[in-house]
């Protein structure tokens, strides 16, 4: 971070069921002998065995396995015992039976039990994740879980549908009998479908025997990048006429999407860099570009700034070419008095950032009273007071555009006229020079904040 020294008008400082258990065993044996002479008679049998084992829990599909079956039953219960011994009054009652047997076999585990069909009954293509129906090329029918062949497609199976050209081979909308996407043209060959373009705004139905459409392009017929407006790959330079799109050609180094009513193209100057390292450049400035548009270009990768309505300057290697602007004259002729300045006399406009904005105009035959003050700060207040600030960071040709004070600037802020392409005229400080179209980007950056307005003198 740069020391401040003179600062009064400045700069910036730098910069889861379970199955049913088995049943129970019957009772044991019954009640021993009544008493006689002789004892009583012994009492009957035990109980009988447990109950049978419990049932396996059943396959199910997706998630359940098969289930384990349940364990035997136990051992029923022991006789009854002997009955009571002979006595003058006979004998007491045999004692009562054997005790019952017990429960049946415990629940088998695991398994789930069947499933419903994904979506109800009905038809579904076959999936991989489907053991029952996994046939990709085939049409199933799902019953309350059970999965029939209901067809063999003869291409593809697709949407729940096996796919046919309703009209012959062709390009079809995807409701138009297809079984496709509604808002997706695709082309149909012998009943298999391959997406051509996912439509800008709806798929036109033709009538039949007619391919339909996407309905129109989105800025009339002509060549167009994936990505401006077609939905497709942002890489491949395609052909859209009256809706139907067609690709035109790979782009190795990218596509260059231009303005509205202008072709795109693809990017033909190299992936290596930036011809003077990264900046703003004309396409014919050595990046392929259309002459008459303003790119950034970051790291050998080119993004549209601007069409230039009266062509695009290139400017000496090292500075960030610009559009020619359409100022008025007055504007114009404040920006050349700072491109004057600059080219002789830069150091004496060092961290004056103010003053220079002021006396551009003053040159140019304007004196603007309400920016006279001690610092740019200032002045920014003044005319956002004044109710003539516009608070965004697009300024046309000539407007004066301000930064609030930060730690960055020393507390002064900054303020430039504008070219209208989104560059700058600037004065300097210690270190740098200054420039006649620096970006308002790389200003933000080392004024640690976005530019907060400016106004139309």
């Known amino acids: 971070m740069r020391t401040w020294t003179l600062c009064a008008l400045g700069l910036m400082v730098l910069a889861g069921c379970a199955a049913d258990a088995g049943s129970s065993s ?24 447990g109950g049978t084992a419990g049932t396996g829990g059943q396959v199910s599909w997706p998630d359940g396995g098969a289930g384990t079956g349940g364990s035997a039953g136990s051992t029923g219960g022991s006789a009854g015992s002997t009955g009571g011994s002979a006595g003058s009054t006979g004998g007491s009652a045999g004692s009562t039976g054997g005790s019952a047997g017990s429960d049946g076999g415990s629940s088998g585990s695991g398994g789930s039990p069947p499933p419903a069909c ?37 291409g593809s199976c697709i949407v729940d549908h096996c796919g046919t050209c309703p009209s012959g081979d062709g390009l079809y909308c995807g409701s138009d009998g297809v079984g496709g996407d509604p808002k997706t043209l695709y082309q149909c060959t012998g009943g298999t479908l391959t997406a051509v373009q996912v439509c800008p705004g709806s798929c036109t139905t033709m009538p039949a025997g007619t391919n339909d459409s996407c309905g129109s392009c989105p800025s009339g017929n002509g060549a167009y990048c994936g990505n401006d407006g077609l939905g497709l790959d942002a890489n491949t330079l395609y052909n859209c006429q009256n809706g139907v799109v067609t690709v035109k050609e790979q782009c190795s180094n990218g596509c260059l999407v231009a303005p509205p009513g202008t072709p795109d193209s693809c990017y033909s100057g190299g992936s290596t860099g930036c011809p003077s390292g990264d900046g703003l450049y004309c396409g014919s400035d050595g990046v392929g570009g259309d002459p008459d548009t303003l790119y950034q270009c970051s790291g050998g990768t080119l993004t549209q700034i601007q069409h230039c309505a009266n062509g695009c300057v290139t400017a000496s290697a090292g500075q960030s070419d610009y559009c020619q602007n359409s100022c008025s004259g007055t504007a114009n002729a404040a920006l050349q008095w700072e491109a004057s300045q600059l080219s002789c006399c830069s150091a004496d406009w ?21 920016i006279a003050a001690p610092s740019a700060k200032d002045a920014l207040h003044q005319v956002e007071n004044a109710g003539k600030l516009t608070y965004n960071e697009n300024p046309p040709c000539g407007a004066i555009l301000f930064w609030d004070a930060t730690s960055c600037n020393g507390g002064w802020g900054h303020v430039v006229i504008a070219n209208g392409d989104g560059t700058v005229s600037t004065s300097g400080w210690p270190g740098y020079a200054g420039s006649t179209h620096a970006t308002i980007s790389w200003l933000d950056t080392m004024e640690c904040t976005s530019a907060k307005g400016w106004f139309m003198p």
Do not use: E, R
């Open 350 to 370: 060092s961290d004056w950032c103010l003053k220079f904005v002021y006396q551009a105009y003053s040159a140019a035959g304007m004196n603007i009273s309400l």
């Open 118 to 154: 994904p979506s109800g009954n009905g038809d579904y293509c076959g999936s991989a994740q489907n053991p029952a129906a996994s046939d990709l090329q085939t049409l199933y029918t799902c019953s309350n879980g059970t999965w029939t062949v209901k067809k063999k497609c003869s």
């Open 26 to 49: 019957t009772t044991g044996g019954g009640t021993g002998g009544s008493h006689a002479d002789a004892g009583g008679s012994g009492g009957s049998t035990g109980g009988s065995g």
